[in-house]
């Protein structure tokens, strides 16, 4: 957690950071002179095409690794916050808010003239201890309701987009619509979505609502069948003019075939709609991936190549955000994902010694491939 002491770091390393005197990132191997700093940054090369490219961040690391800042500060114009905006992180206490630590990145974010996402208000995960033991039938949409005035609340104005509403739909649930069985829905009722959205356009008008959820990318059986429910649910809650913007989140493995026509197809029908799209996680799970790291690199380069270029074609896909910046700082190295052989995973566009990957030059390849048909955000 960010104690004082840090947030006052991360602001020194705001001050300290202009985008001219941002680390030089040198790229590795095949692409060994280049520079992609400035001019050659992702975030010069998505501003030329009017569109916002993000990352995941830590704010106890913008305060405390001044090249991840500085990586941070050059390559990105929209942040989210990986963790640091979720109920546990919010919510020490049943009536005690702290927004030290999402204070923070938000003011990295104002010093350097970018867009910050707020993630989640509503989750079924990164819920306090004291959740279990104090929400109940009785107080539960009081509970919600009184998190989302206060913490969208807090920062009305100031945010891109919220992700209201995260992974509700789980085609293993029971229900013909495929709502989760999650302790929202069991405690504060089936209609709790809507009371999300209502709640947070009330507390922040400005702000882009979005429903957030994963494993709806492919055209796999189990992929199409959430993708369904997803649109469903996303229909009830633009029939109410409550949502904005759907994330998919676009946690895509090796092997994976993103050639489908399913997404674009889903892509378009929001459109229809008039809703935005923002692809909100991207990474690649290299976990069973077998042959060397070059052939492992390649495969995620690969992936990051077709699906961006695919999904960047849609005039309505208006951010590409992957899920952390650097190989350092991957969820994707926790336990959960680690590799048999113990190797690290490289899903990110810089390595873990903050050197661009091949996954870089595939990201900034496909922001190019930007059709100026398109238009500007
Ligand atoms: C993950 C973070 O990356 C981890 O650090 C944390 O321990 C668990 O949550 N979908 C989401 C994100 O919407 O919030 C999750 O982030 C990854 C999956």
Same mark, same amino acid.
């Given at each position: ?70 990586? #941070? %500060? $050059? ?13 546990? +992180?919010?919510? *020490? &206490? ?56 206060? #913490? %969208? $609340? ?13 992974? +509700?739909?789980? *085609? &293993? ?56 429910? #997803? ?147």
């Amino acid at each position: 957690m960010l104690n004082r002491r840090d947030f006052l770091k991360v602001s020194a390393a705001v001050a300290a950071i202009s985008p001219l005197s941002a680390v030089r990132a040198q790229s590795s191997s095949s692409d060994s002179s280049s520079d992609v700093s400035g001019a050659n940054s992702l975030r010069a090369h998505a501003e030329q095409h009017g569109l916002l490219v993000g990352c995941a961040v830590a704010p106890e690391r913008l305060a405390n690794d001044a090249q991840y800042a500085a990586l #941070v %500060a $050059g390559q990105i114009n929209l942040l989210v916050a990986e963790n640091a905006m979720k109920w546990h +992180a919010l919510r *020490p &206490a049943p009536d005690k808010f702290d927004f030290t630590a999402a204070d923070a990145i938000l003011a990295f974010a104002e010093s350097h003239n970018q867009k910050l996402r707020g993630h989640n208000l509503c989750w079924h995960e990164a819920l306090p201890d004291w959740f279990a033991s104090t929400v109940t039938k009785a107080n539960a949409r009081q509970t919600l309701t009184k998190h989302i005035e206060t #913490v %969208a $609340g807090h920062f009305a104005g100031k945010l891109h987009s919220w992700d209201v509403v995260n992974e +509700a739909i789980d *085609p &293993a649930s029971p229900r013909p619509d495929g709502l989760r069985v999650s302790p929202w829905l069991e405690l504060a009722g089936e209609d709790y979505i809507e009371l999300a959205f209502r709640t947070a356009r009330q507390a922040d008008p400005k702000a882009l609502l979005t429903y957030n959820d994963y494993g709806i990318e492919l055209d796999t059986p189990k992929h199409v069948d959430k993708r369904a429910k #997803v649109l469903a649910l996303v229909q009830r809650l633009h029939a109410s003019g409550i949502i904005d913007a759907v994330g998919v989140q676009s946690h895509l493995s090796a092997g994976d075939d993103v050639s489908g026509t399913g997404l674009r197809d889903f892509v378009r029908e929001l459109r229809g709609m008039g809703l935005q799209v923002f692809i909100t996680e991207l990474d690649v799970n290299t976990q069973k991936a077998q042959g060397t790291v070059a052939d492992r690199d390649a495969e995620v380069a690969r992936i990051y190549r077709e699906y961006l270029t695919h999904m960047l074609a849609e005039p309505n896909v208006t951010a590409a955000l992957t899920w952390g910046i650097t190989d350092r700082y991957t969820w994707l190295n926790s336990p959960r994902y680690a590799r048999p052989d113990g190797q690290r995973q490289r899903p990110l566009p810089f390595d873990a010694d903050y050197k661009p990957t091949s996954a870089f030059f595939a990201e900034r390849a496909a922001l190019d491939s930007r059709p100026a048909a398109a238009g500007r955000l």
